[in-house]
């Protein structure tokens, strides 16, 4: 559109017509008696039977709006993870909070970095801002210091790093990461993504926490709908230094979060017992699930978070989307990543023992089936 032509509608910004929707895993399969949705990284414990509690004694008054400060749940966060209350906000889900960062830190022109399969939502948050995508290559599926640093101009605003990476399930340790955040300029904020973060069992892992403490440009993002089952309610948090809670306070919605949101999840990071009880669900089959791909054939990424990503080998009749295909039919739904540069591989999140068994079931039939017609060939 030349100077001085007005467009016959409204057009979107720069840049919002070049992202991609994001678009979540499939909920259900073939129509069976009984099907396992694994697609979206959901805990196949539940809530925390005090979070439903708490949640159910907020129905009686839905016509009053939420604390839109988020008081009670900030409060039981810094209790409970010892934290300073004034230095965390509240979202509706990371998600929320990720685009808050974006708005209020990435302009047009501006770029920000992550990693080749990082989140999609990345890319979104900074192309919605007018940003540049800066996307890095990984090593071996990991997070790439150097490489990141290297990727850094004088346009570079923003790092964005999962950590464990979803849907990969690598991580980088602590001293991989400081080693980031100490080689970045000081105006470039560093955003720690720790989804994941109450899964890892690695001495050498730090979810971002002291890096904040002691920092003028990082920011750690959490969520309540992997480990504590509250996918439904879309409540996420934030930690942040004081300069940076301030300026998405000024930008974020007055009432972000829902009351029925708030209280559940409140109740669930106070119930230890519970979260513990999935991080041991999760230690128990993470490896019994390695172990079982492997065996067949499949190539399993050593994963830190709740669910596997499988790299099918490369031969005839075995593939990512023909293994797909036959999981639906038996009603087990994984995760395509084509959008993630990954077309020969599925993402499985932890299920049940009965869901867990039974996609190794299906699998070794899949393989099985895929060997019998290429010996028949």
């Known amino acids: 559109m030349s100077e001085g032509t007005l467009a016959s509608r409204p057009v979107p910004r720069p840049g919002v017509m070049a992202i991609h929707a994001y678009v979540p895993g499939k909920s ?21 039977p005090k979070a439903i509690e708490a949640y159910s004694a907020v129905a009686s008054s839905l016509e009053l709006y939420p604390d839109g400060a988020a008081t009670a749940l900030r409060e039981a966060l810094a209790e409970t993870l010892g934290l300073n209350p004034n230095r965390i906000v509240c979202g509706n889900g990371s998600d929320d909070l990720l685009g808050m960062i974006a708005h209020a830190y990435i302009g047009p022109g501006d770029e920000a970095i992550f990693t080749e399969h990082g989140f999609l939502v990345y890319r979104i948050v900074t192309l919605a801002s007018g940003g540049v995508p800066v996307v890095v290559p990984e090593t071996d599926k990991t997070a790439d210091v150097d490489r990141i640093l290297a990727a850094v101009t004088e346009r570079t605003r923003v790092v964005f790093l999962a950590n464990p990476n979803n849907p990969t399930g690598t991580y980088l340790p602590q001293s991989e990461v400081r080693r980031l955040h100490a080689a970045l300029p000081p105006h470039v904020l560093l955003v720690l993504d720790a989804a994941y973060a109450e899964y890892v069992r690695r001495n050498d892992y730090e979810a971002g926490i002291e890096l904040v403490g002691a920092s003028e440009n990082v920011v750690m993002t959490r969520t309540f709908s992997k480990i504590h089952g509250l996918a439904a309610l879309r409540v996420g948090w934030l930690y942040a230094p004081d300069h940076i809670v301030d300026a998405l306070n000024r930008i974020r919605g007055p009432f972000n979060v829902n009351a029925p949101g708030l209280a559940a999840a409140a109740a669930a990071i ?108």
């Open 270 to 377: 106070r119930d230890r017992a519970f979260m513990e009880a999935a991080v041991d669900h999760n230690a128990t089959w993470l490896p019994w699930l390695t172990e079982a791909f492997t065996a067949l054939g499949i190539d399993v990424t050593p994963s830190q978070g709740n669910f596997l990503l499988l790299n099918f080998p490369e031969r005839p009749g075995v593939s990512a989307e023909a293994a797909d295909r036959y999981l639906l039919d038996e009603g087990i739904v994984l995760r395509r990543l084509e959008p993630y540069g990954l077309p020969n591989a599925l993402r499985m999140s932890i299920g049940t023992e009965a869901a867990n068994k039974a996609t190794v079931a299906a699998l070794t039939e899949f393989m099985a089936r895929a060997a019998g017609q290429t010996a028949d060939v």
């Open 28 to 48: 259900k399969g073939a129509q069976v008696r009984e099907y396992h949705k694994l697609s979206s990284n959901e805990t196949p414990l539940g809530a925390s």
